[in-house]
T-cell receptor
Framework: AQKITQTQPGMFVQEKEAVTLDCTYD???????LFWYKQPSSGEMIFLIY??????QNATEGRYSLNFQKARKSANLVISASQLGDSAMYFC????????????FGQGTTLQVKP | DGGITQSPKYLFRKEGQNVTLSCEQN?????MYWYRQDPGQGLRLIYY???????QKGDIAEGYSVSREKKESFPLTVTSAQKNPTAFYLC?????????????FGEGSRLTVL
């Protein structure tokens, strides 16, 4: 069965520093997609970044990058130059099957950015 | 602006009552989803629909029902059979034939059973 594991319930980072949020996954599919979402205290889910299993390069979106290590089945999110507005819960998710929006989510990591 | 609208934002219900959460999208997306989130937890799929008049159960469908009579609308009914309905409910949609399958989410509905 497909599974997403986020082992860090909470993290602290100093403003302007970089932080890595861990995510490991388990799947027997060859084709899959990995996502990171941000959930502020208001509750909405904000899409951050996507990595396809066949993408050879790590995905980047502004200050977000995804450190994709396929052999280790890890998809860590790196946030560079942390800002106070980055304080939120972060979820790693995996697409179940091809061409579907069915996502399996990890339990999340709460990030707090300290001034 | 295009997006997903969920209502109500907050809802209180007495035990034994059914309640319906509304989800409307104007993104022209084919697929729609309902997820449940409990405090400090990830999201779990309740139901999803990839086309009008068709829907499938997710991982935790018991005690819930849905309908998909229009492309834009995917209401969720929390029935009295749902043992622990207090939770945060998120509706989402996705483009058909999307390269990524990215979900677009509404702002959520928080249901509390008194």
């Amino acid at each position: 069965a497909q599974k997403i594991t986020q082992t860090q319930p909470g993290m602290f980072v100093q403003e302007k520093e970089a932080v890595t949020l861990d995510c490991t996954y388990d799947t027997s599919d060859q084709s899959y997609g990995l996502f990171w979402y941000k959930q502020p205290s208001s509750g909405e889910m904000i899409f951050l970044i996507y990595q396809g299993s066949y993408d050879e390069q790590n995905a980047t979106e502004g200050r977000y990058s995804l450190n994709f290590q396929k052999a280790r089945k890890s998809a860590n999110l790196v946030i560079s130059a942390s800002q106070l507005g980055d304080s939120a819960m972060y979820f790693c998710a995996m697409r179940e099957g091809w061409n579907t929006g069915k996502l399996i989510f990890g339990q999340g990591t709460t990030l707090q950015v300290k001034p | 602006d295009g997006g997903i609208t969920q209502s109500p934002k907050y809802l209180f219900r007495k035990e034994g009552q059914n309640v319906t959460l509304s989800c409307e999208q104007n993104l022209n997306h084919d697929a729609m989803y309902w997820y449940r989130q409990d405090p400090g937890q990830g999201l779990r799929l309740i139901y999803y629909s990839q086309i009008v008049n068709d829907f499938q159960k997710g991982d935790i469908a018991e005690g819930y029902s849905v309908s998909r009579e229009k492309k834009e609308s995917f209401p969720l009914t929390v029935t009295s059979a749902q043992k622990n309905p207090t939770a945060f409910y998120l509706c989402a949609s996705s483009r058909d034939r999307s390269n990524t399958g990215e979900l677009f989410f509404g702002e959520g509905s928080r249901l509390t059973v008194l």
